[in-house]
Nanobody, 126 residues
Framework: QVQLVESGGGLVQAGGSLRLSCAGS????????MGWFRQEPGKEREFVAG???????????DYADSVKGRFTASRDNAKNTVYLQMNSLKPEDTAVYYC????????????????WGQGTQVTVSS
């Protein structure tokens, strides 16, 4: 049974930083793309970042335009964990953040992702 467990959300002031973590179990972690999505009430889940392997130790990360230069995704396959470092946070980053996994490479479409965590709330105050 695949499980993804996020942690690290919370309340932060605008301009601050948070680091989210997502620990996976029950899957061949290194073979899966790991993604971060976020969702505000009444809105569709949106892509934030994706990170996947390209053979050996090479990884590729992709980001939504709204977070490029501020957020950084990374992964530690030995720990089955993916991270999202969020810097220069803005009030519009406020959402529930979800970790997701899919075999192979990343996708912008949330319906392409097979496994999901329970979500963690990130609130950025102005």
């Amino acid at each position: 049974q695949v499980q993804l467990v996020e942690s690290g959300g919370g309340l932060v002031q605008a301009g601050g930083s948070l680091r989210l973590s997502c620990a996976g179990s029950g899957l061949a972690f290194s073979s899966y793309a790991m993604g971060w999505f976020r969702q505000e009430p009444g809105k569709e889940r949106e892509f934030v970042a994706g990170i996947w392997g390209r053979g050996g130790r090479t990884t590729i990360a992709d980001y939504a335009d709204s977070v490029k230069g501020r957020f950084t995704a990374s992964r530690d396959n030995a720990k089955n964990t993916v991270y999202l470092q969020m810097n220069s946070l803005k009030p519009e980053d406020t959402a529930v953040y979800y970790c997701a996994a899919r075999f192979g490479i990343s996708s912008y479409d949330y319906t392409d992702w097979a496994y999901w965590g329970q979500g963690t709330q990130v609130t950025v105050s102005s």
